[in-house]
């Protein structure tokens, strides 16, 4: 069935549940498997070219590192709320493939790629993947505070060099090479509602932070995010951490390991993660967060200008590369 980038009021919407998993393709894998392991990934499986990586939470992969010819984004993968939203999917999006069963990846399940319409770049929906029950559990910290301490005495935070390990997947986000028609077709076809609108001195939009709208459930205050530019590129994918001391620990480490940061650490202003960006061999972009905000249908779209300053209260200066 032909879909515009404009979306179309004949469609409904795909209802989505969360955000599952990114692709990448590596040129040079070798390179690439040591990374993902200081950045706080657990390798699972390796199978053909792939190679999965899960985190600390119930998701059976957060991501999967596959060799290929070039360095490119291999795509995100959503949780389709039921199997009738899959083959709706696989029948109405654009240059969608059938469903198709995820047999080679850890938890199975089944899936739709499609073609996003306006840059042409793969985005995957699934459904029934078999979420795992190793779950590891990390200790939440008690912190004594001026006048209130909740650590008893005689007790003392110490801690060990290493990696942070990775919970989830949070967010990721492209430059689009136009915001508009981007934005009206992921928010007509899908329950993507914008947390954030940001836009230039003439008042066009040209950047948006979007959450799942699940009603009155919680939901990260974004899992999706683009702005516009001249040439389509990812920008960065994101994940969660345990908590500030995991968070700058894992900094510590992979700065110790020789690895090139982008930017941090530091606190946003949107979605108020602190934040710590890092180079991986291939040049793509990843990011650990901790205390990100939560929002639900409650919560009124913010809209603003589109300056520096609006993308972090503390931390180094923002690198003049970072939106390019």
């Known amino acids: 069935m032909a879909q515009s980038a404009s979306g179309d009021a004949q469609y409904r919407k795909i209802n989505l549940v969360r955000v599952a998993h990114v692709y990448y393709v590596h040129k040079d894998i070798e390179k690439a498997r040591p990374f993902l392991e200081d950045f706080g990934f657990q390798e699972i499986k390796r199978v053909g070219k792939d190679t999965y990586y899960r985190g600390t939470g119930p998701e059976p992969f957060v991501y999967c590192a596959r060799k290929g010819e070039e360095n490119e984004f291999g795509g995100a993968a959503f949780v389709v709320e039921s199997k009738e939203d ?29 073609k996003d319409p306006v840059d042409e770049y793969p985005f995957h929906l699934v459904y029934g993947q078999e979420q795992t029950s190793d779950v590891t559990v990390l200790p939440q910290l008690k912190f004594n505070y001026p006048t209130d301490k909740h650590r008893p005495g005689n007790t003392f935070q110490r801690f ?49 932070f979007l959450h799942l709208d699940r009603g009155s459930e919680l939901v990260d205050h974004h899992c999706f995010f683009f702005f516009e530019g001249p040439k389509f590129h990812v920008h960065h994918s ?9 968070h700058v620990l894992g900094h510590d480490w992979l700065r110790f390991k020789g690895y090139e940061s982008l930017w941090g650490v530091g606190r946003h202003i949107m979605g108020s993660q602190i934040f ?20 639900n249908d409650t919560y009124e779209t913010q809209k603003s200008l589109a300056s520096p300053d609006n993308l972090h209260v503390w931390g180094p200066d923002l690198p003049a590369t970072f939106l390019q």
């Open 86 to 114: 899959l083959e709706y999917a696989s029948k109405t999006l654009p240059e969608a493939s059938g469903v198709y069963e995820l047999s080679d990846a850890p938890g199975g399940g089944l899936c739709v790629t499609f």
């Open 160 to 208: 060990e060099k290493g990696p942070a390990p990775v919970h989830k997947l949070g967010h990721f986000g492209h430059c689009v090479t136009s915001f508009e028609k981007s934005f009206n077709f992921y928010t007509t076809r899908f329950n993507f509602v914008p947390s954030e609108l940001v836009h230039d001195k003439d008042g066009t939009n040209v950047m948006t």
């Open 238 to 246: 994101s994940f969660e951490t345990h908590d500030f001391d995991t």
């Open 276 to 295: 710590d960006y890092w180079y991986d061999p291939s040049r793509f972009v990843l990011e650990h967060y901790v205390d990100g905000d939560l929002v």
